[in-house]
């Protein structure tokens, strides 16, 4: 799948539909930084859009309702894990992936629709293009949650970014993640607690 300038044109006046306001400066911004992850890891302009593509498309559930976030996985016939009932904060990485896969097909193939999926949470063994989504969502510049701050800082803190350095952020984050969440007495979902794990003992 090729997606180009034109395409990423016309998905940025669509998602207007969908997201609006502080959520939709922060979907552009998204799409703006994986953009940039894209070409510090030297990815090729196809998957450079790619990556953007997927940054415009990743919250374009965000702005619903849990009781609609519902509605749309019996519609898709979604079946939650225990977890996932327990995390109503990731119900639009779930719905996000099949509603962008329903509205726009011709830009969402498996790796899109994936790190759609997997952005909220994580998982154990990401593939590059879901750990930069994942990333570019967490330290899009607009976000300045003091976590966020610290995890693009510590990103951009080494002269040579690579995987390694890739994988030591993504860690830093679900260790900021979860202890947040234990801060707040809040559940933990079991795939950022794997995903955690899996990166820790790499
Ligand atoms: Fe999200
Ligand atoms: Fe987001």
Redesign the pocket.
């Known amino acids: 799948m090729k997606i180009t300038e034109k395409d990423l044109d016309f998905l940025r006046s669509e998602i207007k539909k969908y997201v609006s306001g502080k959520r939709l400066a ?2 552009l911004s ?1 799409e703006k930084e994986a953009a940039k992850l894209g070409s510090i890891f030297s990815l090729s302009k196809d998957k450079i859009n790619k990556l953007a593509a997927a940054g415009i498309l ?2 374009i559930t ?1 702005s619903l309702s849990t009781e609609e976030q519902i509605e749309l996985m019996k519609k898709y016939k979604i079946s939650l894990t225990q977890d996932d009932l327990q995390s109503p904060k990731i119900f639009h990485s779930i719905t996000g992936a099949h509603f962008a896969r329903e509205h726009f097909p011709e830009f969402t193939d498996r790796e899109i629709f994936l790190s759609i999926l997997y ?1 909220t949470t994580g998982k154990p063994s990401m593939t590059l293009f879901q750990k930069l989504i994942y990333l570019a ?1 967490y330290i899009e510049p607009l976000r300045d949650f003091p976590d966020c701050v610290r995890l693009r800082d510590f990103f951009y803190s080494v002269p040579n970014i690579n995987v390694s350095h890739l994988d030591k952020t993504l860690l830093l984050s679900f260790d900021l993640t979860i202890s947040n969440l234990v801060e707040e007495k809040q559940f933990i979902h079991k795939k950022t607690v794997a995903a955690r794990n899996y990166l820790l003992l790499k």
């Open positions: 922060h979907t998204v990743h919250d965000k952005h969502d």
